[in-house]
């Protein structure tokens, strides 16, 4: 069985309390039974992704208790996942709650000196060409830790028979797509090729 990754005691004694409590079948007064716990509980997925405890979005006094806000947006990203691996990120396979968060509650942002390079190497390049054009390039570049002749020709920037160039435009309805599961009233993701990839072309599903 493999060793699940604990912090100290205290955590441990907290982990396995929301465990047992989640496993118990409990019968209430109309003999209904709780369902049991689900995956993640069991295999503290969640807990190692964003580097949380159970109680980040659960109550240690009641696990059934769906009243932080952190609990909500968790269940909303859940259904964002699936729907991005059951759609438009499927023929990749797919990705996880580690893909961004990595260990944080809070996925990491692209640094800004690292397009900001990107865009002053390539000014000459951006010449002339609508304002928006170096900012979006050099963002793709930073975040996938590559440069321009991946996705383009060198010499000849508008052509688009490379594959990663046809990639770039199997992705950008993801965009679309992630809002439609979060309330704009209440809290929306702010997402960025960044987040997934990180500065690598692979994006990552489990811990290295």
């Given amino acids: 069985m493999a060793t699940l990754p604990f912090r100290d005691s205290t955590q441990k004694t907290t982990a396995l309390a929301f465990v047992t409590v989640a496993l118990t079948f409990r019968v209430d007064a109309g003999a209904r039974q709780v369902p049991a716990a689900p995956d993640h509980a069991i295999s503290r997925s969640y807990n190692?992704?964003?580097?949380?405890?159970?109680?980040?979005c659960h109550s240690v006094n009641?696990?059934?208790?769906?009243s932080?806000?952190?609990?909500?947006?968790?269940?909303?990203?859940?259904?964002m996942v699936l729907a991005l691996n059951e759609g438009p990120l499927q023929p990749m396979g797919?990705?996880?709650?580690?893909?961004?968060?990595?260990?944080?509650?809070?996925?990491?942002?692209?640094?800004?000196?690292?397009?900001?390079s990107i865009a002053t190497t390539h000014a000459s390049d951006f010449a002339g060409r609508p304002e928006p054009l170096a900012l979006t390039m050099s963002v793709y570049a930073a975040s996938l830790g590559v440069d321009c002749s991946h996705c383009h020709v060198a010499g000849?920037?508008?052509?688009?028979s490379k594959p990663p160039h046809e990639m770039v435009k199997r992705m950008l309805p993801i965009f679309d797509l992630i809002p439609e599961y979060f309330d704009r009233a209440v809290r929306m993701p702010r997402t960025q090729c960044y987040m997934c990839h990180q500065g690598r072309v692979r994006v990552e599903r489990t811990p290295r």
Avoid: N, Q, Y
């Fill in 94 to 116: 797919g990705i996880s709650c580690w893909s961004c968060h990595r260990g944080t509650a809070v996925p990491a942002r692209i640094p800004r000196a690292d397009w900001e």
């Fill in 156 to 160: 000849d920037w508008t052509a688009a």
């Fill in 62 to 66: 009641d696990f059934s208790d769906a």
């Fill in 68 to 79: 932080k806000p952190t609990l909500d947006f968790a269940r909303r990203m859940e259904k």
């Fill in 48 to 56: 190692r992704s964003l580097g949380v405890d159970c109680e980040h």
